[in-house]
Each structure stands twice: as structure tokens, then as C-alpha cells.
Nanobody, 120 residues
Framework: QVQLVESGGGLVQAGGSLRLSCAAS????????VAWFRQASGKERAFVAG????????YYGDSVKGRFTISRDIAKNTVNLQMNGLKPEDTAVYYC?????????????WGQGTQVTVSS
């Protein structure tokens, strides 16, 4: 069993930055790939970024490439999402997810989500 808790969301102006964190519990967390998804109001949940287990490979959704960076600290059981150059269209609830497949296509565990709001 893996439990995920997101933090770091908030309100920021366009062009600003936020850093989201996903803290995980569970001894086997290091065996899971981790991804961030987001869901804007009235839209389907969409993939944002993912990081595999060791060795750490990463990949990104097209809309965030070059602006967002995902990183993983195995020792601290955390995965971070650094978001720079934020745009109003990045406004969404961001979810952390853990999966035993790579690239991530079937999620085993979800976090509760954290709201990110980007004002124009």
C-alpha cells in the first residue's frame, strides 16, 4: 500500500513559479514510477510529468516541456514538480500518482490533489 500527500499548491501570477511536493508512505515506494496529472474544471484529467524508479527516467506532457521539471528523492520518499513560467491555462487540481508500469498508463494509487491557480 502506498499513500500519497501533495502540497505546495496556491495562487500565483502568470510567469511565476510554484513547487509541488508529493510525500509518500510505504516501504515499496521506490519500486513505483510516479507521475503528476492535472484536472482543470470541466476537463478530463491529463498527464503532466512522470519519473521512473532507478535509474530515473523522466518524460513530460507537450504543454509543459521546458517549463516544468520533475525530480525524485528516493531517500526522502518525495517527488517534486518545479513549475516555472506558469500560464493561466496551467490552472488545475494537480494529483500525484504511483504506478508499477512505465511509462505510466495505469495508476495504482492517487493522492488527494492540490489546487494551482494562475492569474493573468
Amino acid at each position: 500500500q502506498v499513500q500519497l500527500v501533495e502540497s505546495g499548491g496556491g495562487l500565483v501570477q502568470a510567469g511565476g513559479s510554484l513547487r509541488l511536493s508529493c510525500a509518500a508512505s510505504g516501504r515499496t515506494f521506490s519500486r513505483y514510477a510516479v507521475a503528476w496529472f492535472r484536472q482543470a474544471s470541466g476537463k478530463e484529467r491529463a498527464f503532466v510529468a512522470g519519473v521512473s524508479w532507478e535509474p530515473q527516467h523522466t518524460y513530460y506532457g507537450d504543454s509543459v516541456k521546458g517549463r516544468f521539471t520533475i525530480s525524485r528523492d528516493i531517500a526522502k520518499n518525495t517527488v517534486n514538480l518545479q513549475m516555472n513560467g506558469l500560464k493561466p491555462e496551467d490552472t488545475a487540481v494537480y494529483y500525484c500518482a504511483a504506478a508499477q508500469n512505465w511509462p505510466v498508463y495505469l495508476v495504482d494509487f492517487w493522492g488527494q490533489g492540490t489546487q494551482v491557480t494562475v492569474s493573468s
